[in-house]
């Protein structure tokens, strides 16, 4: 495996499911990133993992919780969403956090029903 | 307040009619300027990272340039498999990449 890699790539939940996003990176990289994507809307910053220590909580509401366990490994914790939950949710790297490029997974298509 | 404003925002141009993709922004103390292009379904494939005005970088039909208030990705002779969004996203003076909401290219054959 290569570069940023998501799981599931589509995800279908009732909005009273617990679910879990995966995230794992095999760039050798110290940060990383969960993002929102909706139509129409400029990607969102979630949150934001250096040295898995959380830096950035984008106001995020507490239904999404985030896991870093360590370097590679990102997780966003799902429960009690809102059909307006609904989006592309992509995970990305980085070397670190001072302007250094990004690189993005495939994303997880969910769909809150 | 950090923004990014991307024109036009959508784009249609016959193979090998070459144009321009916009991108403005303003913030406060940039890190670096980052284009990305996405297919649909797919997540942001990264392009070029610019770092001061004046700077330039090439990748095939693709040119990306950077002013103190704007970037140009300047696409020369473009082809079908080109057609895609292109995001431009800023770092200014924390962690957050702060995306416009893109150009939607469509080169026709």
């Known amino acids: 495996e290569t570069g940023v890699t998501q799981t599931p790539r589509h995800l279908v939940m009732g909005m009273t499911n617990k679910k879990s996003l995966k995230c794992e990176q095999h760039?050798?990289?110290?940060?990383m990133y969960w993002y929102k994507q909706s139509a129409k809307k400029p990607l969102e910053l979630m949150f934001v993992?250096?040295?898995?220590?959380?830096?950035e909580n984008n106001s995020v509401p507490s239904r999404f919780s985030p896991e870093c366990p360590n370097s590679s490994h990102l997780f966003l914790h799902l429960h009690t969403l809102q059909p307006e939950d609904s989006a592309l949710y992509l995970c990305?790297?980085?070397?670190?956090?001072?302007?250094?490029?990004?690189?993005f997974g495939p994303g997880t298509r969910l769909l809150v029903l | 307040e950090d923004q990014v404003t991307q024109s036009p925002e959508a784009l249609r141009l016959q193979e090998g009619e070459s144009s321009s993709l916009n991108c403005s922004y303003t913030?406060?103390?940039?890190?670096?300027l980052f284009w990305y292009r996405q297919d649909p379904g797919k997540g942001p494939e990264f392009l070029f990272t610019?770092?001061?005005a004046g700077e330039e970088k090439e990748k095939e039909r693709l040119k990306a340039t950077l002013t103190k208030k704007e970037s140009f990705l300047h696409i020369t002779a473009p082809k079908p498999e080109d057609s895609a969004t292109y995001l431009c996203?800023?770092?200014?003076?924390?962690?957050?990449?702060?995306f416009g909401t893109g150009t939607r290219l469509q080169v026709f054959p």
């Open positions: 990305a790297s980085s070397p670190g956090t001072g302007g250094e490029t990004q690189y």
């Open positions: 760039l050798g990289h110290n940060a």
């Open positions: 993992y250096n040295f898995k220590e959380q830096t």
């Open positions: 913030v406060s103390g940039l890190r670096g």
């Open positions: 610019l770092y001061s």
């Open positions: 996203a800023v770092q200014a003076g924390t962690d957050k990449l702060i």
